[in-house]
Each structure stands twice: as C-alpha cells, then as structure tokens.
C-alpha cells in the first residue's frame, strides 16, 4: 500500500483532483487540529509511491480541502481561524485570496460540481453556512439557524444550486437560488457528522 507521512501534520481531509485522477489534496493540521498551523499538501500517486508536488502553510489548522470545478490548479480550504483560502498549485507563494466571514473554525468547503455556477458553500462551528463567489472573492449569501455546529456541507451534484448540512442532530437540504429556502430538515436522534448526495 502506498502511503505519505506528514511529520507533525494530522491529515483532516483528502479529495482527488477532478481533472487528474493521480492528484490528490490533503488538508492537515498540528496537534490534532487543537493548537498550532495547518498545511495544504498537493500530492502525485505515481506507480511506486505518492510524492509530494507541492504544500502550503497557513498560520492555523486546515480542516478541509476542493478542487475548483473549472481549474485544474486552484482549491479552496477551510481554516480554523473562521477564514477560507484560495490556493493555485501552479503559484508557490501563499494563497491567492482569503475569505473571511466565519467567526469560527470552516470544518467544511465544497465546490460546486454543476459546472453551470462555480460556488463554494462553507459550514462552520459558528452554526452558519455561506456560499461565496471564488471568482469574485465575494460572499454571495449565509445561512442562519442551524442549531449547532456545521460539520459537513456538499453540494447536489444534480440540482444546481442546492447543497445538504449536517450539524448536530440535523440534516439540512437548502436552495440558495430561492433565497435559502430549506426544503427539508430532519430531526435525529444520534449525532451526523457528514453527510453525501
């Protein structure tokens, strides 16, 4: 099996490249997340091993990682420090843009598969959920009154402009084109911690 360690990093999420199926983005952080920096490792799966191509550093953990939907070198992170970050691989330098809007940890980013919008949506432990304009580098619209924390945000990949949460005890399907219009919320009994479509 082939596999990459990250001395003093504890990976929080993976995602393959939708363009290059041998490149794949690793979100991390020190101390378990807790305390300390984040790095976006950018990694190539060759057939012998898994190589590092290139990483970033940011100055507090990473919990999340998206490939953009329209460009091969560009991604988008969700930081502890309440911030996304838009990194392009093809750039060594730090981030192209940061976002800011969370007033807490971004423990998830998706990207818009449609093709037809290129949107990310965001889910935080401040209980809210935002959609932005990576292009624009602009917050399109938040969503208010989740109950608790956000731990997981994703777009449809078959209804453009509908994404599902999940926080605590709830799972959310909200249309942002009809003004965040939830069309339906479920009540469980156990926590949810992700959620897929």
């Avoid at 402009?161 to 479920?186: L, Q, T, V, Y």
């Amino acid at each position: 099996m082939k596999s990459f360690k990250s001395p003093g990093r504890h990976g929080y999420a993976v995602e393959i490249s939708p363009f290059l199926a041998s490149t794949i983005a690793c979100a991390s952080s020190q101390y378990y997340g807790i305390a300390g920096c984040g790095t976006l490792f950018v990694l190539e799966q060759r057939e012998a091993d898994v190589s590092l191509v290139r990483s970033f550093d940011w100055n507090d953990g990473l919990f999340d990682v998206t490939w953009s939907e329209n460009n091969e070198h560009v991604l988008v992170t969700g930081g502890g420090d309440g911030s996304l970050q838009i990194w392009d691989t093809a750039n060594p330098q730090g981030p192209l843009q940061v976002l800011k809007g969370h007033t807490q940890e971004v423990y998830s980013v998706d990207w818009s598969q449609t093709r037809g919008e290129h949107l990310v949506v965001s889910g935080s432990w401040d209980h809210t959920a935002k959609v932005w304009d990576p292009e624009r580098c602009q917050l399109v619209n938040s969503l208010q009154g989740h109950e608790g924390v956000i731990y997981s945000t994703i777009w449809s990949p078959h209804i453009p402009a509908c994404f599902a949460s999940a926080s605590g005890r709830k799972m959310s399907c909200i249309c942002p084109s009809m003004k965040f219009e939830r069309i339906a919320a479920i009540l469980l009994k156990v926590t949810v911690l992700g959620c897929r479509y």
